[in-house]
T-cell receptor, first 114, second 115 residues
Framework: DSGVTQTPKHLITATGQRVTLRCSPRSGDLSVYWYQQSLDQGLQFLIQYYNGEERAKGNILERFSAQQFPDLHSELNLSSLELGDSALYFC?????????????FGPGTRLTVT | AQSVTQLGSHVSVSEGALVLLRCNYSSSVPPYLFWYVQYPNQGLQLLLKYTTGATLVKGINGFEAEFKKSETSFHLTKPSAHMSDAAEYFCAVRYGGTSYGKLTFGQGTILTVHP
């Protein structure tokens, strides 16, 4: 158990809908990262937050947004969902945003868009 | 652009045999390097990491990896495979600067261990 929690574990929704994925980092970790894992794209970095502020952005679609709250939990919002958004979404956390600090991954949320 | 290449999407070994999973990165600046393992229906677990210092890094579950700058490689090895090692393994790199937090992953290598 990494100490990173994600809810829900599974999510099934229809095209065009909006969903929110939630992540609670390990106790004491200030940085949260979101990744998408799909069969065709592999594991891709989406976005990073550090202590409530956006720190780095990757291949995140404009239909997706994220935020980190004062209690350090984070939410990833996916809107106007398409079939291609079906994937496993991971949240990871680290103590700081520094490059040497390892990231601890949550169990993921499996999103299925039908 | 940062990239990581894992040679071989599937590797199959016998129980007790040497495990060798290959990882090469492209960069003129040495990155920080990580190996993660993913068991079915689970998240990623850190096996080991290289940041600075000793180029031979030991990790959990008997795995180790050697950073070779001249070959831009960070191959993962284990002397003797166990059935419980069957999983998917990901090599990842991380840089500083504007890519501050981003982990770039290889495509993964599925390790099968047969009796």
């Amino acid at each position: 158990d990494s100490g990173v929690t994600q809810t829900p574990k599974h999510l099934i929704t229809a095209t065009g809908q909006r969903v929110t994925l939630r992540c609670s980092p390990r106790s004491g970790d200030l940085s949260v990262y979101w990744y998408q894992q799909s069969l065709d794209q592999g594991l891709q970095f989406l976005i990073q937050y550090y202590n409530g502020e956006e720190r780095a952005k990757g291949n995140i679609l404009e239909r997706f947004s994220a935020q980190q709250f004062p209690d350090l939990h984070s939410e990833l919002n996916l809107s106007s969902l398409e079939l291609g958004d079906s994937a496993l979404y991971f949240c990871a956390s680290s103590v700081q945003g520094g490059s040497t600090k390892e990231q601890y991954f949550g169990p993921g949320t499996r999103l299925t868009v039908t | 652009a940062q990239s990581v290449t894992q040679l071989g999407s599937h590797v199959s070994v016998s129980e007790g045999a040497l495990v060798l999973l290959r990882c090469n990165y492209s960069s003129s600046v040495p990155p920080y390097l990580f190996w993660y393992v993913q068991y079915p229906n689970q998240g990623l677990q850190l096996l080991l990491k290289y940041t600075t210092g000793a180029t031979l890094v030991k990790g959990i579950n008997g795995f180790e990896a050697e950073f070779k700058k001249s070959e831009t490689s960070f191959h993962l090895t284990k002397p003797s495979a166990h059935m419980s090692d069957a999983a998917e393994y990901f090599c990842a790199v991380r840089y500083g600067g504007t890519s501050y937090g981003k982990l770039t992953f290889g495509q993964g290598t599925i390790l099968t261990v047969h009796p």
